[in-house]
C-alpha cells in the first residue's frame, strides 16, 4: 500500500484527551475515544529500565505522575503501577503490546519512538516495537525525531512505512544537544540516503521549509503537527496530506 492511503483521516494527537474531562494524554481512556470517534491515533514509546517499550511522552516521570525522575529508571511493572496525573479512570502507563492489544486494529497508528540515550538502547526499542507488531493485524506507521531509529527499523526489515518527524530546528529550548552541524542535517534532511523515510511527520510552523516542501513534490506525504483548531487546519490545506490534532474534533472527510 501507498504511504499515502495510511493517511486518510485525521490523527489524535496521544489519543482524543481531555484533561478537564480527566481523560489523559497516551491513555487506555485516551485511545478509546479515540477509537470510537473514528480517528487514526499517535502515540510515544518509551524503554522501562528492563527494556520494555511503554507508552509515556516525556523523558520524566514528574509531569503526568506523582512519581519522580527518568522514565527509564522503573521497570514494566513499576511504571504500571504509577496512576496518571488527573485520570477520572484511574489510567496507568500502558506498555506498548497492552496498547496494540487495545486497538487490535480499528484504526490507524502513528507510533513515535521516542530518542533513546545510546546505541544499545535505540536498538532495543527499535527490535522491541517490531517483535511486538509481529502479529499484529491492522494499520501502522512508525516514526521520529530521531534518525537512529529509523536506521535501525531499516536494518531489521521494517514492513510498515517509516517516517521522520521534523521542523526548524531553530528552538532553543528543544536544541540544547545539538551541534549546528546536526541541526543542518536534520533541517535540511540531509540523513535520507540513510533512512529512506517513507512519510514526513512537520510541526505545522515549519511546512515551508525547503526539503518539506521538495519530498511532498516528490510524492512522500507530509502530516503536520499539532493543530489545535480547525481554522489552524485549513491553513495548512496544500502543504500537508494530513493533520495531527488535539484540543478539537475536526471532520472526518
Known amino acids: 500500500m501507498c504511504a499515502k492511503a495510511y493517511f486518510d483521516r485525521p490523527i489524535a494527537h496521544r489519543g482524543l484527551h481531555d484533561h478537564a474531562r480527566g481523560i489523559i494524554e ?25 527494556g520494555i517499550p511503554m507508552i509515556f ?9 506523582a512519581a519522580k525522575g527518568p522514565v527509564g529508571a522503573l521497570t514494566m511493572a513499576e ?27 480499528r484504526v490507524l497508528l502513528q507510533i513515535e519512538l521516542k530518542q533513546q540515550a545510546n546505541q544499545a538502547a535505540t536498538d532495543v526499542l527499535a527490535q522491541t516495537v517490531l517483535d511486538a507488531l509481529r502479529t499484529y493485524r491492522g494499520p501502522v506507521t512508525i516514526e ?41 542535517v536534520l533541517r ?24 518539506v516542501r521538495l519530498f511532498r513534490s516528490a510524492g512522500v506525504p507530509v502530516t503536520t503537527w499539532t493543530i489545535s483548531s480547525a481554522t489552524q487546519a485549513m491553513a495548512t490545506v496544500g502543504k500537508a496530506d494530513q493533520i495531527v490534532f488535539e484540543g478539537f474534533e475536526p471532520a472526518i472527510v
Request: net charge negative; proline share 5%.
Open 188 to 211: 535540511h534532511l540531509l540523513h535520507w540516503p540513510l533512512t529512506r523515510f517513507d512519510f514526513v511527520s512537520c510541526r505545522s510552523n515549519d511546512l515551508d521549509l525547503p526539503a
Open 26 to 50: 497516551n491513555s487506555a481512556s485516551a485511545f478509546e475515544a479515540a477509537c470510537k470517534a473514528g480517528y487514526a491515533i499517535e502515540c510515544d514509546v518509551q524503554l522501562s529500565r528492563d
Open 57 to 65: 511522552h516525556d523523558d520524566d516521570l514528574d509531569r503526568l505522575t
Open 79 to 105: 511504571l504500571a503501577a504509577l496512576r496518571l496525573t488527573g485520570s477520572s479512570s484511574n489510567d496507568c502507563p500502558q506498555s506498548f503490546r497492552e496498547f496494540i492489544d487495545q486497538v487490535n486494529g
Open 144 to 184: 521520529s525525531f530521531d534518525p537512529r531509529l529509523l536506521v535501525a527499523l531499516r536494518r531489521r526489515k521494517a514492513a510498515m512505512p517509516l517516517g521522520i518527524v521534523t521542523y526548524g530546528y531553530n528552538v532553543p529550548e528543544w536544541d540544547t544537544q545539538l551541534t549546528v552541524a546536526q541541526r543542518l
